[in-house]
């Protein structure tokens, strides 16, 4: 009876450029029974654009989620090969349908991915930042106490950071950046792989007063924030600093030539602490 289960598909599929789908992706579109879609009037245009017509019985988009997994699981269990697809990308992140991958996993049914496009992963290859570490965090809150606290918590992170955000909501997303994560590169990259792709590089707030200057912003927009180790390795020897106090690390480093500002941020770094402690304690020697 095991046997005659059907499988599940999780097929990445273009970003923005269509030539972007893999050859195993329009294959596993072609044989599977149905396709599972974010939103059908949108896919239906990426199938038809490769001749492939298939049933989309029913969408699955945010809000609907829980309700029509029940309706899946029965086709799968029935033996229907199904593929799921979100309106860009690899379906799940930041996009529906976790909810039908975990029950399905729960009940034993296959469930193979189709390796393919995702923004996140696009934009933080051509950041120029840190790619040994990193972390994903989604889309930042709507509510400006909430997204404040979103960024005062990754002020702290030392990884690279990737996330997705709208073009209505990304002047308030850089100006809480831009006091929360001031010293940190952001590379913001808006409609990767389509005609009018663009990568801007810079702070928070330079970034900022460039969008500001613009009528209007579209597009979809991928945000990586610098790591705090900003991509240096400690070398042999700078651990040995460690054994001065806060505030002789940083005379130390500045005497070798870096400003006071880079010294702030290299000690801060080694000794994780925040830049604005290494600072104060700075400024009370000096008092």
């Given at each position: 009876m095991e046997n005659a289960r059907g499988t599940l598909f999780i097929?990445?599929?273009?970003?923005?450029?269509?030539?972007d789908i893999t050859l195993r992706g329009l294959r596993v579109l072609k044989e599977c029974d149905l396709v599972i879609a974010e939103d059908a009037r949108h896919?239906?245009?990426?199938?038809?654009?490769?001749?492939?017509?298939k049933p989309f019985e029913r969408s699955l988009y945010r809000g609907v989620e829980r309700e029509r997994v029940e309706y899946f699981l029965e086709k799968l269990k029935s033996g229907a090969k199904i593929a799921l697809i979100s309106d860009a990308g690899t379906p799940l992140i930041s996009d529906p349908g976790y909810e039908l991958v975990r029950r399905a996993v729960a009940e034993h049914i296959s469930v193979v991915a189709i390796p393919g496009p995702t923004a996140l992963i696009a934009a933080l290859v051509v950041s120029g930042f840190s790619t040994e570490r990193f972390v994903f965090e989604g889309v930042p809150p709507k509510s400006a106490k909430a997204k404040r606290d979103f960024f005062a918590r990754l002020a702290q992170e030392p990884r690279t950071i990737v996330l997705y955000e709208s073009p209505h909501r990304v002047l308030d997303t850089l100006e809480v950046m831009s006091e929360l994560l001031s010293e940190r590169?952001?590379?913001?990259?808006r409609e990767l792989t389509k005609a009018h792709e663009e990568i801007l590089r810079g702070t928070a707030k330079e970034i900022l007063e460039l969008l500001k200057s613009r009528p209007a912003i579209k597009g979809e927009i991928t945000m990586v924030i610098e790591s705090l180790e900003s991509g240096e390795s400690v070398e042999s020897g700078e651990s040995e600093d460690t054994e001065l106090s806060v505030?002789?690390?940083?005379?130390?480093?500045?005497?070798?030539?870096?400003?006071?500002?880079?010294?702030?941020?290299?000690?801060?770094?080694?000794?994780?602490?925040?830049?604005?402690?290494?600072?104060?304690?700075l400024i009370k020697k000096k008092t």
């Open positions: 097929v990445a599929t273009p970003i923005g450029n269509l030539e896919s239906r245009k990426l199938l038809a654009h490769y001749g492939i017509e590169k952001i590379a913001l990259c505030v002789e690390h940083v005379q130390k480093l500045m005497a070798e030539g870096l400003t006071k500002k880079e010294a702030i941020k290299r000690v801060a770094q080694m000794r994780k602490l925040p830049k604005r402690e290494v600072y104060e304690r």
